[in-house]
C-alpha cells in the first residue's frame, strides 16, 4: 500500500477526469492495460495530478518523493492506452483547448492577476495541469522590450524583458494545425501566438521576438543567444522546481492586482528560497 493512501476521493476524481482527443481517437487503435495515477496536494488545497504510471513501482517512487517534500498523496487505478502512433495524438481541438484554458484559469492557487512577474512559475503549474488532462503542451517564450496593458494592476499595465506561457496544438475542421497559447494573465481564451505577441507589443514599439519549445527544452534568446537550464525559466533550473513555483504563486497571491513590496519579486523570493528552505517549504504547503 501506498503511504497517506486516501480512499474517499470520488470528488477529486470527477474533477480530476483526464481529456483524450477527438483525433487521437479517431487516428489510433488502442488496447487498454491498467495503470496508476498519482495526485497530490498541499494542505486543504485541490489536487493535482503528478502523473500516471505504468507499474506500480513507478507510481510508488513518485508517491514517495511527493511525501519526502511534505504533500498528501492520493493513488488509484487508471487505464492506460497503448496505441499505435498517430499523426493527432499530440493535438485537440479548438472547443478542448479552450475547456482546459477555462480549468486552468479557474485555478486558485495561480496568481494570474499578478502579471508584473511570476510567468515563468504560472506557466510551470499550467503545464502540469494540461499533462494531468492528456495533453502534450509546449512552451511559447516572448523577448525583447515587452509592454502589456491590464487592468489588474495599478499603472494599467506592466513591462518585462521575457514572458513565457504554454501551448497546445489545436488542429482545426480541415485538419489544419495551429500553436494556441493557454495565458490567463493576458487573454480569456487560446490565442494564436501573433496574437500574444501583439498583447506584448509596446505602442510604436519593437515587436518581440517568440520562440516555441518542447517541455525540457531551454529557449534561445535573440541573436540564438543560448541560456542554461531546461526550460523553467531563462536560466538554471531552481531545485525542486514544482515545490519552488507553489511557493512563488503563493508569495504572489496577496498582492493580486496590487503594487507589491519590493522584497517579493522575483530576487528576493529566490534568494529566501535558496537560504531558509525549510520555511519557503511550510510556506508552500501553508
Not at 488545497?45 to 517534500?69: H, I, K, N, P
Not at 493513488?75 to 483547448?97: C, E, H, I, M, N
Not at 521576438?209 to 531551454?218: D, F, H, I, P
Not at 531546461?230 to 496590487?258: I, T
Amino acid at each position: 500500500m501506498f503511504r497517506r493512501l486516501l480512499l474517499s476521493a470520488l470528488t477529486v476524481l470527477a474533477l480530476l477526469t483526464p481529456v483524450a482527443t477527438t483525433q487521437a481517437r479517431a487516428a489510433t487503435t488502442a488496447t487498454r492495460t491498467t495503470g496508476y495515477a498519482v495526485y497530490y496536494r498541499s494542505g486543504n488545497s485541490a489536487w493535482y495530478a503528478a502523473g500516471t504510471f505504468a507499474t506500480s513501482a513507478e507510481a510508488r517512487r513518485a508517491s514517495d518523493q511527493l511525501v519526502a517534500r511534505g504533500y498528501t498523496v492520493f493513488v488509484r487505478s487508471a487505464d492506460l492506452a497503448v496505441a499505435r502512433p498517430a499523426v493527432a495524438a499530440d493535438t485537440v481541438t479548438l472547443a478542448q483547448a479552450t475547456t482546459a484554458f477555462r480549468a486552468v484559469a479557474g485555478r486558485q492557487d495561480i496568481a494570474f492577476r499578478f502579471v508584473e512577474d511570476g510567468c515563468y512559475a504560472r506557466a510551470h503549474l499550467m503545464v502540469g495541469h494540461l499533462q494531468a488532462l492528456g495533453m502534450r503542451p509546449r512552451k511559447a517564450w516572448a523577448f525583447g522590450d515587452l509592454y502589456a496593458s491590464t487592468p489588474n494592476h495599478p499603472d494599467r499595465h506592466v513591462a518585462w524583458n521575457y514572458h513565457v506561457a504554454p501551448t497546445l496544438r489545436v488542429r482545426d475542421q480541415h485538419n489544419r494545425v495551429v500553436e494556441m497559447v493557454i495565458d490567463p494573465s493576458l487573454a480569456t481564451r487560446p490565442v494564436t501566438v501573433a496574437e500574444w505577441r501583439a498583447l506584448m507589443t509596446r505602442p510604436q514599439g519593437q515587436v518581440p521576438s517568440v520562440c516555441l519549445t518542447n517541455l525540457g527544452q531551454a529557449p534561445v534568446k535573440p541573436g540564438n543567444v543560448p541560456v542554461g537550464g531546461h526550460g523553467f525559466w531563462p536560466g538554471n533550473d531552481p531545485a525542486d522546481a514544482n515545490a519552488f513555483a507553489v511557493y512563488v504563486m503563493r508569495m504572489y497571491k496577496p498582492y493580486e492586482g496590487k503594487r507589491a513590496p519590493t522584497t517579493v519579486y522575483t530576487t528576493n523570493v529566490i534568494n529566501f528560497w535558496r537560504t531558509n528552505q525549510a520555511e519557503a517549504r511550510r510556506l508552500a504547503r501553508m
